[in-house]
């Protein structure tokens, strides 16, 4: 599988249920990074939304996974860290507790079990503010969504793998975002 250049060997994921304001800025992050970077085919770029067991696919046999998620950690509203596997395993760290994060834990399980498994699992997280349905985003979420991209840019670097800012970025498709927030996204 990795010897085949077409195939990916990295996969970046964006989690979260966009209905549930702060809980989507894993999608967020992940869309704007699609649309402000462009990487070769060896990476690929997803919003998973809340997938699961369907996130398995993504992560089979890959070099390296950067998952952007809300998650609960120490720490003020709009913080964003970098967590390994282990973190989460040690419960330092939690992905949030929706309908996704079995997903991550039990997708991982398996593959490990039948030894396909990614070699690294990077999570950048961002503690949310407000995770109520309809909510929209809050503005320290919104605003941590930058650090968020610029975390994802350096995990990349750090593995060897490019990204290099479009030269014409591409327009975000955030059909659950209002227009004010989105303003303020495109101008960032």
């Not at 970077?37 to 067991?53: F, M, N, Q, R, S």
């Not at 030894?115 to 929209?136: K, T, Y």
Request: with cysteine; aromatic share 6%; net charge negative.
């Amino acid at each position: 599988m990795r010897g085949n250049p077409t195939t990916p060997r990295v996969s970046i994921i964006g989690l979260g249920n966009v209905l549930l304001g702060d809980d989507g800025v894993g999608c967020l992050a992940v869309e704007l990074f699609r649309c402000q970077y462009k990487c070769g085919p060896e990476v690929e770029i997803i919003d998973a939304g809340t997938p699961g067991l369907d996130l398995a696919p993504y992560l089979y046999g890959r070099e390296l996974v950067v998952i952007v998620d809300a998650v609960t950690a120490d720490g003020k509203p709009g913080t964003v860290g970098t967590y390994r596997e282990s973190d989460f395993l040690d419960s330092r760290a939690q992905l949030r507790l929706t309908d996704h994060d079995p997903g991550l834990e039990d997708s991982l399980a398996q593959l490990r079990l039948a030894g396909r498994g990614p070699s690294e699992v990077v999570v950048v997280g961002v503690i949310p503010e407000s995770c109520v349905f309809g909510g929209g985003m809050s503005s320290t979420v919104l605003a941590a969504t930058s650090l968020a991209i610029d975390t994802i840019i350096r995990v990349l670097l750090e593995h060897g793998f490019d990204c290099q800012k479009r030269l014409q970025p591409m327009e975000p498709k955030l059909w659950w975002i209002c227009d004010c927030t989105e303003h303020s996204i495109n101008h960032r």
